[in-house]
């Protein structure tokens, strides 16, 4: 069965530090992959979407990578901040819907 | 958020009742979906809809049923509540499919005791 796998145990990182964030994936092959942020009792916030076709994508502080040999995205945050502090889910898509990992808790502390 | 919102909030109901959540956007977007995030499982497909009238299975689809009868709207019903059920449902929209990202409700938090 299809799965996704995101590391459960929380990352916890110094201010200042690149946060790396990791998005494993087994029997799919996704047209394009999505990096959600979640903050305690609200929705997810929709962060970036990068292709199949696509190797990496930036955005400000935020930088994502999808290597679809290594079935593998990762999840960069440079110069991270407390207020990054959330729990960031992958998900992945090759039809109408998405399929969402568990969801890495990050810590940035001062 | 912005152009969905969901409701209620809160819900403490009985086993064996019925329920229906609601969603509704401004936006005007094609697709809606129902999840329902449990601690160790993340985001689970409930329900989604691709169109007024519209709707298929996800996942975890038994024991709830949806109807999209506008745009706007896209209810959950829970015809008969299990305790298995407590659960926080979000509901989310996206005009396109591989465009841009979903944007998700704040969320209800549903209890069945």
């Known amino acids: 069965s299809q799965k996704i796998e995101q590391n459960s145990e929380a990352l916890n990182i110094q201010e200042g530090k690149t946060a790396t964030l990791t998005c494993n994936y087994t029997?799919?092959?996704?047209?394009?992959l999505q990096w959600y942020r979640q903050d305690p009792g609200r929705g997810p916030v929709f962060l970036l979407l990068?292709?199949?076709?696509?190797k990496e994508k930036r955005k400000e502080r935020l930088k994502v990578t999808f290597d679809t040999t290594l079935k593998q995205s990762l999840f960069h945050i440079t110069a991270s901040q407390p207020a990054d502090s959330a729990t960031y889910l992958c998900?992945?898509?090759?039809?109408?819907?998405?399929?969402f990992g568990t969801g890495t808790r990050l810590q940035v502390f001062p | 958020d912005a152009g969905i919102t969901q409701s209620p909030r809160h819900k403490v109901t009985e086993t064996g009742t019925p329920v229906t959540l609601r969603c509704h956007q401004t936006?005007?977007?094609?697709?809606m979906y129902w999840y329902r995030q449990d601690p160790g499982h993340g985001l689970r497909l409930i329900h989604y809809?691709?169109?007024?009238?519209?709707?298929d299975k996800g996942e975890v689809s038994d024991g709830y049923s949806v109807s999209r009868s506008k745009t706007e709207d896209f209810l959950l019903t829970l015809e008969s509540a299990t305790s298995s059920q407590t659960s926080v449902y979000f509901c989310?929209?996206?005009?396109?499919?591989?465009?841009?990202?979903?944007?998700f409700g704040s969320g209800t938090r549903l209890t069945v005791v």
């Open positions: 989310a929209i996206s005009a396109d499919v591989g465009g841009d990202g979903y944007t």
């Open positions: 029997n799919y092959s996704p047209a394009y």
């Open positions: 990068i292709r199949e076709n696509e």
């Open positions: 998900a992945l898509s090759n039809t109408d819907k998405l399929i």
């Open positions: 936006e005007n977007h094609r697709y």
């Open positions: 809809s691709y169109g007024v009238k519209d709707t």
